[in-house]
Structure formats: structure tokens, C-alpha cells
Nanobody, 122 residues
């Protein structure tokens, strides 16, 4: 079992930055691929970014490529999402997830956090 707790969300103006953190419980964090997803009101939950167990391979949705960076610190059982040049369309609840294989599909992930709200004002 892995429990995930996100933090770092908030209200920011367009063009600003935020860094989300996701702290994981358990001693097997380093064996999991990690992903970030987001869900805006009235929309499906969508893939944002993913990172493999070692941090050596990352994936991004086209909509965030070049603006967001996913990273992890296995010693701290934490995965991060650095978000720069934020746009109003980035407004959503952001969720982190853990799974045995990284990828853009929700079905790749077994454990989910409760989410953190990110609001970008224009």
C-alpha cells in the first residue's frame, strides 16, 4: 500500500509559478513510477507528466511540455511538479499517482492522492 499526499497548490496569476509536492508513505516508493494528472470542472481527468522509478525517464503532455518539470527524490519519498509560465487553462485539481509502470493512461496507476487545487487568474 502507498498513501500519497499532495501539497503546494494555490492561487497564482498567469505567467507565475508553483511547485507541487507529493509525499508518499511506505518503504517501496523508489520502486514505483509516479505521475501527475489534473481535472478541471466538467472535464475528464487528464495526464500531465510521469517519471520512472529512477527519475531517468520523464513524459509530458503536449500542453505542458517546456513549462512543467517532474522530478523525484527517492530519499525523501517525494515527487515534485514544477509549473512555470502558468496559464488560466492550467486551472484544475492536480493529483499524483503511483504505479508499477509509467505512462499517460490512468489505468497504469494503482494509488492516488486526494488532489490539490491550482487556480491561475488572468
Amino acid at each position: 500500500q502507498v498513501q500519497l499526499v499532495e501539497s503546494g497548490g494555490g492561487l497564482v496569476q498567469a505567467g507565475g509559478s508553483l511547485r507541487l509536492s507529493c509525499a508518499a508513505s511506505g518503504r517501496t516508493f523508489s520502486s514505483y513510477a509516479m505521475g501527475w494528472f489534473r481535472q478541471a470542472p466538467g472535464k475528464e481527468r487528464e495526464f500531465v507528466a510521469a517519471i520512472n522509478w529512477s527519475g531517468g525517464i520523464t513524459y509530458y503532455a503536449d500542453s505542458v511540455k517546456g513549462r512543467f518539470t517532474i522530478s523525484r527524490d527517492n530519499a525523501k519519498n517525494t515527487v515534485y511538479l514544477q509549473m512555470n509560465s502558468l496559464k488560466p487553462e492550467d486551472t484544475a485539481v492536480y493529483y499524483c499517482a503511483a504505479g508499477r509502470s509509467s505512462g499517460s493512461s490512468r489505468s497504469s496507476y494503482d494509488y492516488w492522492g486526494q488532489g490539490t487545487q491550482v487556480t491561475v487568474s488572468s
